[in-house]
């Protein structure tokens, strides 16, 4: 069966990073490209980042954008969202998905993943 699946989210203090992590198992991400979304309590899911099938076009949404990294190792079928300089306002759980090519809208993803919880606190 085809799955993502998200590790490395957890507990840090305003200011640190966390690296996750969005692994495929039971087909390989070559052709895909990975969006990394999130869900705040009480709010609606919002886009963070995105990175292409080649990994050449990366998309970053205003709030992240200078303290994350999106990146993948086909590899290793993984793509990696590395956050710095964590603020309480990124706590959410945070879901990659998948899809042919090239970044799109929402309704594109074919595969998502269960989520990871990030909280950030003091």
């Known amino acids: 069966q085809r799955q993502l699946v998200e590790s490395g989210g957890g507990l840090v203090q305003p200011g640190g990073s966390l690296r996750l992590s969005c692994a495929a198992s039971g087909f390989t991400l070559q052709f895909y490209a990975i969006g990394w979304f999130r869900q705040a309590p009480g709010k609606e899911r919002e886009g963070v980042s995105c990175?292409?099938?080649?990994?050449?076009?990366?998309n970053y949404a205003d709030p992240v954008k200078g303290r994350f990294t999106i990146s993948r190792d086909n590899a290793q079928n993984t793509v990696y969202l590395q956050m710095n300089s964590l603020k309480p306002g990124d706590t959410a759980v945070y879901f990659c998905?998948?899809?042919?090519?090239?970044?799109?809208?929402?309704?594109?993803?074919?595969?998502w993943g269960q989520g990871t919880q990030v909280t950030v606190s003091s």
């Open positions: 990175i292409s099938s080649s990994g050449h076009s990366t």
């Open positions: 998905a998948a899809q042919p090519f090239n970044c799109g809208n929402y309704q594109s993803y074919e595969y």
